[in-house]
């Protein structure tokens, strides 16, 4: 399910009380500002593109700013090492979209870019954990929880997970894939023509497969391909960038389209049923 991230300022520290749906980045740096002009630039410096620990920590030629060399680290834990993923460095993003040709690529905005999207994709990763908290133990237990509704189920699976301990999951690979609009994109694309009014709206801007390894309860791993799409939103009334996160299970068998139905639909039969969480 679609969850907002307006920016408000970039600093190291969030400040501001986000809606409960949303979890804001402060951005005030002009140059990163302007540098969002097309949807491409923002696609292309998406860092999960440009994990390997090997990219270049030098000075690029002809560089004239200073970037610093220092990675962070993720909160995502990977699934070929019992570690978690490393962000490149601000230095190491813009020697590696100088090699990819990418030489328009503003340096004063590259440090902006990578901390923007470090945010972004730890927010990713955030829902996908909400999602393997209600279905790595199971469908019947993911009713259990989807069926109280969002807050309801968050009580149910916090007290679980208290008592026995949460299965953890990984990030086994992940893909980036701009070009190829998935599925439900085209479908509101297509409901945007038709009924404007409720559904219209710009294109996602950008789309990332995550490939995730499952643990069961009973122990068991499997691996589960989740869809993001990115989206812009209109910019906050100070100018800055909203975006937008869809992010879900890929419907590549019977059990992932039901967990997609339990989840949206659990809230509604919640609130329906007049039932207390």
């Avoid at 923002?42 to 000075?59: A, D, E, I, T, V």
């Avoid at 972004?120 to 009713?143: D, M, Q």
């Avoid at 023509?193 to 643990?215: L, M, S, T």
Wanted: aromatic share 10%.
């Amino acid at each position: 399910m679609p969850a907002a991230f307006p920016p408000s300022g970039f600093s190291s520290q969030n400040s501001g009380t986000p809606r409960d749906d949303s979890c804001p980045v402060q951005i005030s740096d002009e140059s990163f500002n302007s540098s969002l002009s097309t949807s491409a630039t923002l696609s292309k410096l998406n860092p999960l593109n440009y994990m390997p620990s090997h990219l270049s920590q030098s000075r690029a030629a002809n560089q004239t700013v200073n970037l610093p060399r220092e990675r962070t680290a993720s909160s995502i834990p990977r699934g070929d090492a019992d570690r978690n993923w490393e962000y490149p460095s601000p230095q190491q993003m813009y020697n590696a979209m100088l090699r990819k040709g990418y030489d328009d690529t503003p340096q004063d905005a590259v440090e902006s870019m990578v901390a923007v999207h470090n945010f972004l994709n730890e927010g990713a990763w955030s829902e996908i954990v909400e999602w393997e908290r209600r279905f790595a133990p199971g469908l019947v237990y993911g009713w259990r929880a989807c069926k109280k509704g969002e807050e309801g189920s968050m009580t149910k699976l916090d007290m679980v997970e208290s008592e026995k301990g949460a299965p953890r999951p990984r990030l086994v690979r992940f893909q980036g894939r701009p070009n190829e609009m998935t599925p439900k994109a085209k479908i509101l694309q297509l409901l945007g023509q038709i009924y404007p009014a409720k559904f219209g709206g710009e294109p996602p801007f950008d789309r990332h497969d995550w490939y995730v390894q499952r643990k069961t309860i009973s122990g068991q791993l499997r691996e589960v391909r989740y869809v993001i799409d990115y989206y812009s939103g209109p910019p906050e009334p100070t100018g800055e960038p909203v975006f937008y996160l869809d992010v879900r299970p890929a419907v590549d068998g019977p059990g992932a389209a039901a967990e997609r139905v339990m989840r949206w639909g659990g809230d509604v039969w919640h609130r329906a049923s007049g039932a207390q969480s």
